[in-house]
């Protein structure tokens, strides 16, 4: 693993890594699409839990495409 890879991220973080805007990280962790936890007082997004939320989204779309 690089030593400047991070495993994880603030949602303010995760949502620049996402490139989407911070209401819509919000909205994704509420609907349950992107996983978080609490590490003390701050919620925390993983480095795998980003990965899986843009699979989902890429399958998603894909699924548009094919109809």
């Known amino acids: 693993m690089n030593p400047s890879t991070k495993l994880a991220y603030g949602i303010e973080q995760a949502a620049d890594a996402l490139g989407i805007s911070r209401s819509r990280a919000y909205q994704a962790i509420a609907t349950g699409e992107l996983s978080t936890y609490k590490d003390g007082r701050r919620r925390m ?3 795998k ?10 399958r998603e779309s894909q699924g548009r495409h094919a109809a």
Do not use: F
């Not at 839990?49 to 890429?58: I, M, R, T, W």
């Open 45 to 47: 997004v993983s480095a």
């Open 49 to 58: 839990a980003l990965e899986a939320y843009v699979a989902k989204k890429e």
